[in-house]
């Protein structure tokens, strides 16, 4: 009996050891630690193609645009403080000025919105509404009442960019820190955009985009740290 117990308590430590479980008297692998920290898409093909659609699909729109003389841009761009106007906050990130503001647009909305997806579909989706729909209500609140149309996916753009740069320090994550200085690297010079001065520039979705991204990324993280002590 002393040595059955004795050996009982080896192979359960042991097996502890090397990452195994016990089911009923038998040893079985543990389940492998979830790892939410991650800087890539875990299917970066399936996720390429999918940014590739959406931007397609942002120069499909445009395209129905130029032809209708620009009647998307008037009538779904956000109007601030004019209750007309506050659908916009649905549809001004699909709507470009002319092509030159799309396609100044299209790269940064390719890489950052694959980079993105990173954590996963849910919660790529989760952060870019969270972008959208508190970037845009904060420009129909204070872009100024008779300022014109705001549109434009770069209140997304600069939500994404904020949220891969910030995500890393609430996570602890030493590659998503790294990940995120070469981001600034790149693309930290229009973060200066967030400040007002250059006409017929909403500042206003790049400020509100951004603080979006921040709030996202503060709340990925927390989600990820309960996510990864439940597995």
């Known amino acids: 009996m002393i040595f059955r117990l004795l050996t009982v308590t080896w192979v359960t430590a042991s097996s502890e050891r090397l990452g195994l479980r016990n089911l009923g008297g038998m040893a079985a ?6 790892r939410t920290a991650r800087v890539l898409p875990r299917n970066p093909v399936t996720s390429a193609l999918f940014m590739l659609l959406f931007t397609a699909g942002l120069y499909v729109v445009e395209a ?23 659908d916009g906050v649905l549809f001004a990130p699909l709507l470009h000025a002319d092509w030159g503001h799309l ?11 694959f980079l993105a997806m990173a954590g996963g579909v849910r919660q790529f989706v989760v952060v870019t509404a969270m972008i959208w729909i508190l970037g845009g ?3 129909w609140l204070t872009g100024g009442y008779g300022s014109g149309f705001h549109i434009g996916a770069s209140g997304l753009i600069f939500g994404w960019l904020v949220f891969l740069l910030t995500r890393g320090f609430f996570a602890r994550s030493g ?4 990940m995120a200085v070469g981001l600034f690297l790149v693309w930290g010079g ?6 007002p001065g250059q006409p ?16 996202a990324a503060r709340l990925a993280a927390r989600a990820d740290r309960r996510a990864v002590r439940g597995a």
């Open 29 to 34: 692998p543990a389940p492998a630690p979830r």
């Open 64 to 86: 129905f645009d130029v032809v209708s003389g620009h009647v998307l841009d008037r009538n779904y761009g956000i109007e601030p403080l004019e209750a007309d106007g506050l």
């Open 103 to 113: 396609a100044a647009n299209t790269v940064p909305f390719l890489v950052l919105g």
């Open 137 to 139: 209500l904060g420009v």
């Open 175 to 178: 590659l998503q820190i790294l």
């Open 190 to 195: 229009i973060l200066f955009g967030v400040l």
């Open 200 to 215: 017929g520039i909403s500042w206003q979705a790049h400020l509100f985009g951004a603080l979006a991204g921040l709030l």
